[in-house]
């Protein structure tokens, strides 16, 4: 059992609906010693890619991206929710489906701060259906940059998002992989990886 895993075991809840809760820790109270070694993790696995930025969405992916980003020495994009006065310019909107929150969102990145030359780095706290996933991926093609990689700190392994984005070709790498959640007992299980 990995460092991550230890601490869903301790400190997650399994919740009705295939929810796992980790609010304590991960994302909305933030565990920064743990996100240094998240950042490190990523870090490790995506040792000899070429990387320089790191791509997520508000808000729960922001802290996990920017201790990683530390590790990389690049700068953070996040995907914004809605559109404010500060956005000029054009910009890059996908649609993306929210498991959490049961709710459609149009995600946002402005133009300028993606191009053709950028190799970037995913980043997520979680990975259900794969849903934001694919909204982020489609924002990195459509301004020509290569998705250099995705970094997940919790995946649902018994939901679709992990095969199809693997499917897709993508080199993703999760740091715990839940296959199995009991919420009568609370037990986890984890993926051999």
Do not use: W
Request: contains cysteine; glycine residues 10%.
């Amino acid at each position: 059992m990995n460092f991550l895993e230890e601490r869903i075991v301790k400190d997650g809840i399994v919740k009705e609906g295939n929810v796992l809760k980790v609010d304590s820790f991960l994302n909305h109270q933030m565990d920064i010693r743990l996100f240094d070694q998240i950042g490190e993790e990523f870090k490790k696995r995506f040792e000899g890619t070429p990387i320089n930025k790191i791509l997520t969405i508000e808000a729960s992916g922001i802290g996990i991206a920017c201790v990683a980003a530390r590790q990389f020495d690049v700068p953070v994009i996040f995907a914004k929710k809605s559109k404010s006065i500060n956005i000029e310019g054009e910009v890059y909107v996908a649609e993306v489906e929210s498991f959490t929150h049961k709710c459609k969102n149009q995600v946002i990145v402005s133009k300028k701060f993606l191009n053709p030359d950028d190799n970037v780095l995913i980043i997520d706290d979680f990975l259900a259906n794969g849903c934001a996933l694919q909204g982020l991926i489609s924002i990195v093609t459509s301004a020509g940059a290569n998705v250099a990689g995705i970094g997940i700190v919790i995946e649902k392994g018994f939901q679709t998002g992990g095969q199809i984005i693997r499917n897709l070709g993508y080199h993703l790498e999760s740091l715990a992989i839940v296959d199995g959640m009991d919420t009568a007992t609370g037990k986890i299980v984890f993926r051999e990886q």
